[in-house]
């Protein structure tokens, strides 16, 4: 047996290094491919998640964003009423508050309500011709900017004066005020 492994050991260390190979290398080399797959899987959830976190505040700030834009919305937003009643309520507010700061109303007038397409709103439009102190002007426009429902200044035109000697400025103009009512479903 001696002689015969002696005369074939090139025979022999080839099939050694077959096997081995088929055995020992091709396993290990399997094995590592696999491993090195599943690394690089695990590479891509984790930035695919790292990404997902870094979003998190972009979408916390979007959020807020839209938040805000919804108030903002909703504060130029008129519960539903009476058309009439509404607008005889409305004008007499807007009449008070303009002669609260000394502005005359020259005319006060209703435009025909518009609905806004298939929203389910309404617009209601007022013209208020004026004329008055500068004060006073600022004092109104402070005042449709703040209460609520606010009133959406669609068009303003104003004139105004050289100081008179006393140094007050006059104004005078108009200004389209619209208000926009949800529609009693």
């Known amino acids: 047996m001696k002689k015969i492994l002696q005369k074939h050991t090139l025979l022999l260390s080839v099939v050694l290094i077959l096997g081995a190979i088929r055995f020992i290398i091709i396993p290990i080399v399997t094995w590592q491919a696999s491993t090195i797959q599943s690394i690089e899987q695990l590479g891509e ?6 990404a997902v976190v870094d979003a998190e505040e972009i979408y916390k700030e979007n959020l807020k964003e839209y938040k805000r834009l919804f108030e903002e919305h909703s504060a130029l937003i008129v519960n539903y009423n009476d058309e009439s009643t509404f607008r005889v309520e409305k004008q007499k507010k807007l009449e008070s508050e303009f002669s609260k700061h000394s502005l005359d109303i020259s005319n006060i007038g209703w435009q025909p309500s518009l609905p806004i397409g298939d929203s389910g709103y309404t617009e209601h439009q007022i013209i208020v011709g004026f004329s008055g102190t500068l004060v006073g002007f600022v004092h109104i426009i402070t005042y449709l900017e703040s209460s609520l429902p606010k ?10 004066t050289r100081p ?8 005078r103009g108009v200004v389209h005020i619209s208000y926009f009512m949800k529609e009693d479903k």
Not at 151 to 160: A, E, K, M, Q, R
């Open 45 to 50: 959830k984790f930035a695919k998640t790292m």
């Open 151 to 160: 009133g959406g200044i669609h068009n303003l035109s104003v004139d105004l």
């Open 164 to 171: 008179d000697s006393d140094g007050t400025i006059r104004v």
